[in-house]
């Protein structure tokens, strides 16, 4: 086809109506778009429902609803932040910037959490569910017990554990199933009514009390044992061994565990099916 041809086609085509419609049309679109986007941005809407959302969140915060005066400040307050922030986003501020990212990615997973609200299960099922996850509910090993402490602040480390030592010596004579009056003064509990391994390492730290304390034997004075605090005799007075709870007994945490486990299987499957929306481009290769 030669230029002229196409030239006295495309003429002819510029002529038709038709061609005059389609152009027009796309024309007031693009205005009418136009202004819709750009009124929009410029227009700030504060309905009723807006400010009772202000006045709850206020509540919630300060536990007593806002004054008349508060309000209007609050109002104020988000009309400027949303100010701020379309103009932020017309001037593109939020590209390519990690914190905005990641507060989106945090908002969007926490709104995708409220959707996936898993149904309140049979007896049957919490049940069934409970007798494959039952050593999660293992009550740990727990232990009584009374003790002497003895501080390094006094004269040294070697002669904490050296008074330790001499004490330990006079107790079975003494007959005493308490005697902290033959120590320092401890900076928590002298008698523990009953600990279990995670309570004891929170009490003296990661440390060879800690470690020993439920290998002792029950009605006997031992030690010396070393503490974050210092040295320490211990003298057992009640071991309650680990045992399994029943569903009755952890039944409220037993459902909490069990919706929760939902909650997540449910927000895996919507992402899979939100996922399968996207290709993925890796290295040169579509998956």
């Known amino acids: 086809m030669t230029s002229l041809t196409l030239r006295s086609r495309l003429k002819a085509v510029g002529q038709e109506p038709l061609f005059h419609f389609v152009v027009l049309g796309f024309l007031i679109w693009g205005a009418v778009h136009y202004w819709a986007e750009r ?17 709850a969140t206020y509540l919630q915060q300060f536990g007593q609803p806002p004054t008349s005066e508060q309000l209007s400040h609050l109002i104020d307050r988000y009309v400027q932040e949303q100010i701020a922030w379309r103009e932020g986003v017309a ?42 996850n039952k050593m999660r509910y293992l009550k740990p090993e727990r232990v009584a017990f009374s003790q002497i402490y003895f501080s390094p602040d006094r004269g040294g480390e070697a002669e904490a554990r050296s008074r330790a030592v001499t004490v330990l010596r006079k107790l079975p ?39 020993q304390l439920f290998t002792l034997p029950v009605g006997s004075w031992a030690g010396p044992y070393r503490s974050g605090f210092g040295w320490h005799l211990i003298y057992v007075t ?42 993925i481009v890796d290295a040169g290769e579509r998956r």
């Open 173 to 211: 004579g003494m007959h005493s199933l308490r005697a902290p009056q033959l120590g320092d003064e401890f900076p928590g509990p002298t008698d523990v009514g009953t600990l279990d391994p995670e309570e004891a390492r929170r009490l003296f730290g990661q440390s060879e009390l800690a470690e």
């Open 91 to 132: 001037l593109g501020l939020g590209q390519d910037d990690e914190v905005v990212r990641r507060r989106i990615i945090q908002k969007f997973e926490f709104l995708q959490t409220d959707l996936a609200v898993p149904e309140p299960p049979s007896p049957a099922v919490l049940e069934r569910w409970f007798d494959k």
């Open 39 to 55: 009124n929009d941005r410029y227009t700030i809407h504060i309905g009723l429902a807006q400010r009772q959302r202000i006045a």
């Open 238 to 279: 009640d071991r309650v061994p680990s045992s399994l709870s029943l569903l009755a007994q952890a039944h409220d945490q037993v459902l909490a565990d069990y919706l929760d486990e939902q909650r997540r299987l449910l927000n895996a499957r919507n992402f899979e099916t939100l996922r399968a929306k996207y290709t």
